[in-house]
């Protein structure tokens, strides 16, 4: 454990996986769901049910939902209630809502994310989420699902997200997925435009590594210099 006191044989039902907690996630703590809106240094989160906001939650107390990672801006979604339908976030909200247009033309406004369930898209080739300001809300710094990219778009080649505002870290969470080969299938990477908040602490590792696993017609656009572009 952390005060380096030792256990063994403990029993399966007494550990709980510590998963990380990020905003807009969606948990279930006193046997509620809500989302995540804040994270503060000591660990504790602030959730919100609704109307209701429960500050300083104990992360020993929160327990993440599978399906439960924060939107995107044209990811593709199923509704979990009333008729099943599938269509895809038009909006982030600043309360991490989400607007929705759905296959048959229908738009819902507001959508709780306890409301909506992931798709996987195989047959999904390119992404464009350039102008999408949306994809910048907090989350990793404009790439608040860049963890989950891999198992939505098993076999995406191209990914643009130039004036989105990305910032270091959703550009971290990239340069993990690219060193781990985990976008095997990824030929074009575009993170230009204005606003971008990268700098070289970013920039420089997400340049190694494509250059290490990238193949030779791979296209890969950052700015020209690591400093902030406004």
Same mark, same amino acid.
């Given at each position: 454990?952390?005060?380096?006191?030792p256990a063994h044989l403990v029993p399966r039902? *007494?550990? !709980?996986?510590?998963?990380?907690? !990020?905003? =807009?996630?969606?948990?279930?703590?006193?046997?509620?769901? +809500?989302?995540?809106?804040?994270?503060?240094?000591? =660990?504790?989160?602030?959730?919100? !049910?609704? *109307?209701?906001l429960d500050k300083d939650v104990a992360r020993a107390n929160?327990?993440?939902?599978?399906? +439960?990672?924060?939107?995107m801006v044209g990811q593709p979604v199923k509704a979990r209630t009333g008729k099943p339908k599938c269509g895809e976030v038009m909006d982030v909200n600043q309360d991490w809502s989400y607007n929705v247009r759905y296959d048959? +033309?229908?738009? *819902?406004l507001g959508v709780r994310r306890y409301n909506l369930g992931t798709c996987t898209l195989d047959s999904v080739v390119a992404l464009s989420l350039s102008q999408n300001k949306g994809v910048g809300l907090a989350g990793a710094g404009g790439l608040a699902l860049a963890s989950e990219l891999a198992s939505l778009f098993p076999n995406l080649r191209s990914l643009e997200l130039?004036?989105? =505002?990305? +910032?270091? *870290? =959703?550009?971290?969470?990239?340069?993990?997925?690219?060193?781990?080969n985990r976008l095997h299938s990824l030929q074009s990477l575009s993170i230009e435009g204005?606003?971008? !908040?990268?700098t070289d602490k970013s920039v420089l590792p997400l340049r190694r590594a494509w250059k290490a696993v990238a193949k030779r017609e791979a296209q890969l656009k950052l700015p020209a210099t690591g400093k902030p572009h406004h």
């Open positions: 454990y952390d005060d380096k006191t039902d *007494e550990l !709980r996986s510590e998963m990380p907690i !990020r905003v =807009g996630q969606l948990v279930w703590n006193g046997g509620s769901s +809500g989302i995540v809106v804040s994270v503060e240094k000591d =660990g504790t989160c602030a959730i919100q !049910r609704d *109307e209701l929160i327990r993440v939902h599978p399906d +439960g990672a924060p939107l048959d +033309g229908s738009v *819902e130039d004036s989105c =505002g990305v +910032g270091d *870290e =959703g550009a971290d969470e990239l340069t993990k997925l690219i060193s781990a204005s606003p971008t !908040r990268l």
